[in-house]
T-cell receptor, first 112, second 115 residues
C-alpha cells in the first residue's frame, strides 16, 4: 500500500525561527511530490517537485526532493505568525489517473 | 484556487438523510476530483471525473456514495442515508487536463455534520 509519512506531526516555534518539515514516501508509479498549506479552508498549492536535487523557492519557503532516498523537505525561514497552518505533502502518479495520496500533515504554530 | 466553487459550505443532516455536495471547477477545467478529510486526518482521494465520465472511483465507499459530473452543471457528490461517520470536510479540486492534474487546485470545502 502506498504511504506518505510526514514529520513532525506538530511543531511550535517562535517568530523568526527556521523550520524544516519532512515528508517520506513509498509509492509505486511516482511522478511528483507536492506541498500544500492548509489553514482552516482549502489547501493552497505551494510547490510541485519532479526532479531530484533541484530546489524550488518562493519567498521564505523552499523545498527539495530526493528521489533516491524517497523524501522531501520544506523549509520556512524567518517564520511569521501567518505561517501557522497545516502543511500537507502529497504524491502524484504517472498514468492518466490524477489522484494524489496525502500525508496526515504537519501542524505548525508560530508564536510571538 | 478560489475559482473552484463548492456549495454548501456547511451542511447539517440527520442520520438517514441524503447529502448533496456541489462543485463547479475553475473556468477551463474539465477534470474534477473529490477528496474527504476526516477530523485530524489527511485528505483521502475519493473519485476522479471528467464530463459525463467517472475515470477513477477507487477511493469511493462501495455503498451510499455516488458522484457525477454531467455535461451541463456542477459535479455532485451524493451521500445517501448518512451516518455519523460521514461527518467530514469534502473538498473538490479541478485541473485543466489529466497530465497537469498532478497540480490540482482545491475549493474551500463542504463541511458535513451528521447529527
Amino acid at each position: 500500500e502506498d504511504k506518505v509519512v510526514q514529520s513532525p506531526l506538530s511543531l511550535v516555534v517562535h517568530e523568526g525561527d527556521t523550520v524544516t518539515l519532512n515528508c517520506s514516501y513509498e509509492v509505486t508509479n511516482f511522478r511528483s511530490l507536492l506541498w500544500y498549506k492548509q489553514e482552516k479552508k482549502a489547501p493552497t498549492f505551494l510547490f510541485m517537485l519532479t526532479s531530484s536535487g533541484i530546489e524550488k523557492k518562493s519567498g521564505r519557503l523552499s523545498s527539495i526532493l530526493d528521489k533516491k532516498e524517497l523524501f522531501s523537505i520544506l523549509n520556512i525561514t524567518a517564520t511569521q505568525t501567518g505561517d501557522s497552518a497545516v502543511y500537507l505533502c502529497a504524491v502524484g502518479y504517472t498514468g492518466t489517473a490524477s489522484k494524489l495520496t496525502f500525508g496526515t500533515g504537519t501542524r505548525l504554530q508560530v508564536t510571538l | 484556487n478560489a475559482g473552484v466553487m463548492q456549495n454548501p459550505r456547511h451542511l447539517v443532516r440527520r442520520r438517514g438523510q441524503e447529502a448533496r455536495l456541489r462543485c463547479s471547477p475553475m473556468k477551463g477545467h474539465s477534470h474534477v476530483y473529490w477528496y474527504r478529510q476526516l477530523p485530524e486526518e489527511g485528505l483521502k482521494f475519493m473519485v476522479y471525473l471528467q464530463k459525463e465520465n467517472i475515470i477513477d472511483e477507487s477511493g469511493m465507499p462501495k455503498e451510499r456514495f455516488s458522484a457525477e459530473f454531467p455535461k451541463e452543471g456542477p459535479s455532485i457528490l451524493r451521500i445517501q442515508q448518512v451516518v455519523r461517520g460521514d461527518s467530514a470536510a469534502y473538498f473538490c479540486a479541478s485541473s485543466p487536463t489529466a497530465e497537469s492534474g498532478n497540480t490540482i487546485y482545491f475549493g474551500e470545502g463542504s463541511w458535513l455534520t451528521v447529527v
